[in-house]
């Protein structure tokens, strides 16, 4: 496999502040596409790779996987990009293709376990993971490529490549709907794109917060209601309302008090946390209401692409700081302490810029 040398922003250890390093990717094959980088978004799954937080982290790493640019190069076979198209690459660039999962266009959940962006084994590059977003370009097979609206703000659309597609699956997968009473828990990257799209697909959206220092945010992105959960007598009104609630919060929290605001058959999904809950689940409200807890991971492709293209139709964006790709540390401490509102985007023409 031949291959060359491209700058980018990783890591060599848990430890170690990400810094400039020089990376190898792959020459096109003829069904790839290589896209330089003009922005790529930071997402929490980013800094807790950088930092081995969930184990497995292979170093060095470079995250990224909400990335935009423009194609400048296509193999001999491609036929979904040219040259000079606006394209995208989300959390995925490989699955087997082949089982149950992917043939229902659901790569995130094959069977035979996909390809991510950063820190998968790379099927190309012997002993190498693949690499991330944080770099001036990226290749990848024309099927794991995204078509963006030519309308969208192309600064702020990179965020919907994860942040983006996260929310979308569960909304489109509970068939949510023109009248659909919606509730989001927890506003933060994930939060804020759950209520623009619940609203665009023309729900009833509704905020839980735990303070009420939200409640003009979340009404600016377009809630309709906020419920302040720490007060007893606003979630007692609540019972019985929603018809779906997506949990985007990124840590241990008693999800009990929530279950009491679905209606009859509705879910609570959780797109945020990954571990144990400490809190027991109660069963009573379960059963008695054939009620749900699920689970929820990012999109497929299909999902994914038409999802930018809803997007493209409702002009629905991110709201986004941008950062140069120097200010990366600062941003993942910055985001430690949910100091963002709502999601960084990197500049990659400063890596560009930077001497060396």
């Not at 009990?256 to 571990?275: D, E, K, M, Q, R």
């Amino acid at each position: 496999m031949n291959t060359k040398e491209v700058k980018a922003y990783g890591t060599e250890a848990k430890d170690k502040d990400l810094e400039q390093m020089t990376i190898l990717r792959r020459e096109v094959t003829p069904t790839d596409i290589e896209i330089e980088i003009l922005y790529c978004g930071v997402c929490h799954s980013d800094l807790h790779t950088a930092r081995n937080d969930w184990g497995g982290t292979v170093y060095p790493a470079v995250p990224g996987h909400e990335i935009i640019g423009k194609v400048v190069s296509v193999g001999s076979d491609v036929t979904k990009f040219k040259i000079g198209d606006l394209a995208g690459v989300g959390c995925l660039v490989d699955s087997c293709r082949e089982c149950d999962s992917c043939r229902q266009d659901l790569e995130q959940y094959c069977l035979n376990g996909s390809t991510g962006t950063y820190n998968s084994k790379d099927p190309f590059i012997t002993g190498q993971r693949t690499y991330g977003g944080y770099a001036e370009t990226v290749v990848v097979d024309e099927a794991f490529g995204l078509h963006i609206p030519e309308n969208l703000d192309l600064k702020a659309v990179a965020p919907l490549l994860c942040a983006g597609v996260t929310t979308w699956s569960p909304l489109k997968h509970w068939n949510v709907k023109e009248g659909s009473r919606v509730a989001v828990v927890g506003l933060g990257g994930l939060g804020h794109m759950a209520i623009k799209l619940a609203k665009g697909l023309g729900a009833e959206v509704t905020l839980f917060s735990r303070t009420p220092d939200k409640i003009q945010d979340a009404l600016d992105l377009g809630a309709d209601a906020v419920i302040i959960s720490t007060y007893e007598h606003e979630m007692k009104e609540a019972a019985g309302q929603f018809d779906l609630i997506i949990d985007t919060v990124p840590y241990d929290h008693d999800i009990n008090p929530y279950i009491a605001t679905l209606n009859i058959s509705g879910t609570l999904v959780l797109v945020g946390y990954l571990g144990k809950m400490e809190d027991m689940l109660h069963t009573v409200p379960l059963i008695l209401g054939r009620k749900s807890v699920a689970g929820s991971v990012i999109g497929g492709i299909k999902e994914t692409q038409d999802m930018l293209d809803f997007c493209g139709e409702k002009n629905i964006l991110p709201e986004i700081e941008m950062i140069k790709m120097q200010e990366i540390n600062e941003a993942y401490e910055r985001m430690l302490k949910s100091d963002v509102r709502y999601r960084f985007v990197i500049d990659m023409q400063s890596l560009k810029r930077q001497v060396g």
